[in-house]
C-alpha cells in the first residue's frame, strides 16, 4: 500500500515540476503573452460570478456557441413548532415519531409517509421558498 501512495505522489512530483518547467520558460521566453495570461487567469472567477449573477435574472440561454443552464432551487422551510403544537393538541407526537417525522426536529421528507388524514393536516406546515439558482458554465468556459 505504501509503495502505491509513493508511486502516486512521485508521479504528482514529477508533473507538478515539470508543469513548472514549462511556465517558467514560457513566461520567460514569451513574457507579454505569458503576462496576459495571467491576467485573464486572474479576471475569469469575477467574469464567471458576474455571467451567474446576469444569467440569474434572465434565465438559461445559448450564448456565443455555448448553453447556460440557469436551474431553479428550492428550500423547504418547516414550522416545527406549529408542527409539535399540532401533534401534542391531537395525541400524534408518538405516531410522528415512528414515521420517522420527528427525531427532536422536524424532517420535511417524511412527511410523505404518514398516513393520508395526518398527512393532509402535517404537510400544511412545509412550504417552499425560492433559492439561489443554480447557473451551470460550461466547462470549457471555467
Known sequence: MKSDAKEAV???VECAEEIKIIEEWFAYEHKETWDRYLELK???????DQAK?????????????HHFNVGKCTTT????????????????????????VLKHTVIAKQLDRLPGDLKAIYTGYVEKKAAT????IPKILQ
Open 42 to 48: 486572474a479576471a475569469k472567477p469575477n467574469l464567471v
Open 133 to 136: 439558482s443554480a447557473v451551470s
Open 77 to 100: 422551510v418547516v414550522d416545527s413548532a406549529g408542527i409539535l403544537d399540532k401533534a401534542e393538541e391531537r395525541g400524534d407526537v408518538q405516531v410522528l415519531l415512528e414515521y420517522g
Open 53 to 65: 449573477t446576469a444569467l440569474r435574472k434572465t434565465g438559461s440561454a445559448d450564448l456565443f456557441g
Open 10 to 12: 512521485a508521479s504528482l
